[in-house]
T-cell receptor
Framework: KNEVEQSPQNLTAQEGEFITINCSYS?????LHWLQQHPGGGIVSLFM?????KKHGRLIATINIQEKHSSLHITASHPRDSAVYIC???????????WGAGTKLIIKP | EPEVTQTPSHQVTQMGQEVILRCVPI?????FYWYRQILGQKVEFLVS????????KSEIFDDQFSVERPDGSNFTLKIRSTKLEDSAMYFC????????????FGNGTRLTVT
């Protein structure tokens, strides 16, 4: 059974700080997803990656397949980045995503 | 940019009633999903749908649940006889291909069973 673990569970930081959220999983995957859930509940897909690194604006996602670990980084954090960030994994053999519990990020001005 | 739309945004129903949650996936997408999130808990997979049939379903997706793509644009989730524990946020998602394209989510329907 694959488990997806995220850390930290909660993170509060000051505007401008560099943020790192970590995700680890226990079995082989086809892809890892980083998603953002807004306070109103809506979910937005940020990244889908199966190797290496992806960058979009101030967001960077990396994955190490051998270590079964991924990180999401936010540079120059801003209060509008405040949200829950969720890591989820998918497999070759089926269609579903297995979700982590999320990291609640609060950026204070 | 095209988006997945869900209606209604909030549905209140009495225990034992049937509800239908509606979703319009992005038009050229082929794979459709329903997920749910009970307040304060992880998002959970319910069902995936491809080529007009269920491709996978979770243990949660029992006989009380059904999905349908009645007209080539809508994708619905029906709960036949709602229970209090069905209260949750229900998310529809779609993607163009199975494992090589990102998921696009709707804004969710908050279902409250009283």
């Amino acid at each position: 059974k694959n488990e997806v673990e995220q850390s930290p569970q909660n993170l509060t930081a000051q505007e401008g700080e560099f943020i790192t959220i970590n995700c680890s999983y226990s079995v082989g995957i086809s892809a890892l997803h980083w998603l953002q859930q807004h306070p109103g509940g809506g979910i937005v897909s940020l990244f889908m990656l199966s190797s290496g690194k992806k960058k979009h604006g101030r967001l960077i996602a990396t994955i190490n397949i051998q270590e079964k670990h991924s990180s999401l980084h936010i540079t120059a954090s801003h209060p509008r980045d405040s949200a829950v960030y969720i890591c989820a994994v998918s497999f070759f053999s089926n269609y579903q995503l297995i979700w982590g519990a999320g990291t609640k990020l609060i950026i204070k001005p | 940019e095209p988006e997945v739309t869900q209606t209604p945004s909030h549905q209140v129903t009495q225990m034992g009633q049937e509800v239908i949650l509606r979703c319009v996936p992005i038009s050229n997408h082929l794979y459709f999903y329903w997920y749910r999130q009970i307040l304060g808990q992880k998002v959970e997979f319910l069902v995936s749908f491809y080529n007009n049939e269920i491709s996978e379903k979770s243990e949660i997706f029992d006989d009380q649940f059904s999905v349908e793509r009645p007209d080539g644009s809508n994708f619905t989730l029906k709960i036949r006889s709602t229970k209090l524990e069905d209260s949750a946020m229900y998310f529809c998602a779609s993607r163009r291909q199975s494992s090589r394209s990102p998921l696009h989510f709707g804004n969710g329907t908050r279902l409250t069973v009283t």
